[in-house]
């Protein structure tokens, strides 16, 4: 595990969005996995501002997202679908058929999740996946629990999600109690994973993170396990790393 700690917010999104372009400059059909939320939107500004200056093409790129709420249609301001094509994939040259993101209001929720997990494996996996952290240590919508499933999965949001979550709803009772996730293992399988946190809200799920002691209870941990997985995190994310962590990982600031 590669740590990264920048000084703020918008370090945090170049080191990300660097990441990115390199991967797609490497491969030009790269299947990318992405996230939702605050986190990765500077990332995602910086991407199009790299698009626009002609140094990334993504016509070749395919894409998976994470999770999606249950029972958000697609245009919905506050579905997963609305925000990635709002946010990114309508001001760069992805191609809509490469863009893959969970059906919430599927007929056939359980197809949809099986579905989903074989369109992964049929375009070869994922190359590069983009991971959140939330505040309770979940990495998709993958929330702590004593057994966590580990393909393509829906999953019964916490209260500690919702209440994160509801600062994008008019109200917390908006909040959708249930959405599709990937799995731990859909997210294992990816070839590198990028996991960003910022700000003194994630410290804590991110110092366990780091810790290498895996529970269920902080889903992020089971990253301790994949060969090639970059934290990179801002200042206040990294501030309760104790010493002797500190340590052992690479710190770049
Ligand atoms: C979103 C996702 C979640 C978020 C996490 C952090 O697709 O999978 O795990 O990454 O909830 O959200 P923010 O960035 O809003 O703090």
């Known amino acids: 595990m590669k740590v990264i700690i920048t000084v703020n917010y918008d370090e945090m999104s170049k080191k990300a969005a660097e990441i990115v372009k390199k991967q797609i400059k490497e491969k030009h059909n790269t299947v990318l996995g992405l996230a939702t939320g605050s986190t990765p939107l500077g990332m995602y500004k910086l991407l199009i501002e790299m698009y626009k200056r002609g140094e990334i093409d993504f016509s070749n790129v395919i894409t998976f997202n994470l999770d999606e709420y249950i029972g958000l249609s697609p245009d919905h301001p506050q579905s997963y679908h609305y925000f990635m094509f709002h946010n990114f994939f309508n001001h760069i040259n992805v191609k809509k058929e490469n863009v893959h993101i969970p059906n ?14 074989g369109e992964i494996e ?21 929330e702590p629990e004593e057994s966590i499933e580990t393909k393509t999965h829906v999953v019964t949001l916490t209260e500690d999600t919702i209440n994160a979550n509801k600062r994008f709803f008019k109200s917390a009772e908006e909040v959708p109690r249930k959405a599709i996730t990937m799995g731990l293992g859909s997210i294992m399988k ?64």
């Open 104 to 117: 919430g209001i599927a007929e056939d929720l359980e197809e949809e999740c099986r579905k989903y997990e």
């Open 190 to 253: 990816a070839k590198k994973i990028v996991l960003l946190a910022s700000g003194k809200n994630k410290a804590e799920a991110i110092k366990e993170t780091i810790k290498g002691q895996l529970t269920t209870k902080v889903p992020a941990t089971v990253l301790a396990l994949h060969p090639d997985v970059t934290i990179i995190i801002d200042k206040e994310a990294a501030s309760l790393i104790p010493d002797e962590d500190l340590k052992e990982i690479e710190v770049i600031i």
């Open 122 to 142: 049929k375009a070869g996996g994922i190359d590069l996946q983009i991971l959140g952290i939330g505040v309770n240590g979940h990495i998709g919508f993958n």
